[in-house]
């Protein structure tokens, strides 16, 4: 069963469990030196309305690791971008992965 979208509000600042195809729990890559041989899982994507600054919290790290970080949206691929070292495809903040209805 697919779990609803999470949406919670503090003042300015949204947090939400769903974003562009994405939900909390789900393997994603992050564009970066470093953080591209590390594993990560999608969180929440958050939104300041305030400032309109927006970023997405994600978990994970090294091998056994389960450090919280966050990222700029355009960072963020789905987890088959990767490819042996490299990333192909767009970010999902380009193209998300949205179902077909």
Do not use: C
Request: no cysteine; glycine share 10%.
């Amino acid at each position: 069963m697919r779990q609803r979208a999470v949406v919670t509000r503090h003042g300015h600042v949204v947090r939400s469990t769903r974003w562009n195809g994405v939900r909390a729990g789900d393997a994603v890559v992050v564009d970066g030196v470093k953080e591209r041989r590390q594993h990560w899982v999608f969180v929440a994507h958050v939104v300041n309305e305030s400032t309109n600054d927006e970023w997405v919290e994600v978990r994970g790290g090294r091998v056994g690791e389960a450090k919280g970080r966050s990222f700029r949206p355009e960072a963020i691929y789905p987890g088959s971008a990767k490819k042996g070292s490299r990333l192909v495809g767009m970010s999902l903040a380009e193209a998300p992965q949205l179902p077909i209805p």
